[in-house]
């Protein structure tokens, strides 16, 4: 009879720093803010656990946070992109581009990290509109 694997199993699998957060490594990081991919797989290269594409404080477009997450792919260091509001749409279009991770914006309480996150409860498809 096969094993079934859980929904945790697979998380931590697809993601390692998923897993070495968990395990409660020390992760170094850095973060972007340039909007350009060669600078993103130079960071990628420089030997980080992972690198912020900060789409916040720069208002990257979703064409500059794909090119610097393309920089990244080519070094396999996880991308964690800053988004700029907790709109649904703005979930959904970095989670469709594959990110590693999101880092919502002005999170300042313990009750604001506990809401329910929009792209998470959409009711239909999502997908990227250019």
Do not use: Y
């Not at 957060?21 to 020390?26: C, F, G, K, Y």
């Not at 604001?112 to 997908?127: K, R």
């Amino acid at each position: 009879m096969a094993q079934r694997t859980s929904v945790r199993e697979l998380q931590v699998a697809m993601f390692p720093i998923r897993r070495r957060v968990l395990n409660h490594d020390v992760l170094f990081g850095t973060v972007l803010h340039l909007g350009s991919p060669l600078t993103a797989e130079i960071a990628g290269l420089a030997g980080f656990d992972f690198v912020i594409i900060d789409a916040e404080q720069n208002i990257s477009s979703a064409d500059a946070v794909l090119g610097q997450l393309q920089g990244l792919a080519a070094t396999g260091t996880p991308p964690i992109v800053r988004i700029s509001s907790r709109e649904a749409g703005r979930f959904q279009r970095v989670l469709d581009l594959g990110v590693h991770g999101i880092m919502e914006p002005q999170i300042e309480s313990a009750h604001a990290a506990s809401l329910p996150l929009p792209a998470l409860h959409s009711s239909g498809p999502t997908s990227i509109n250019t």
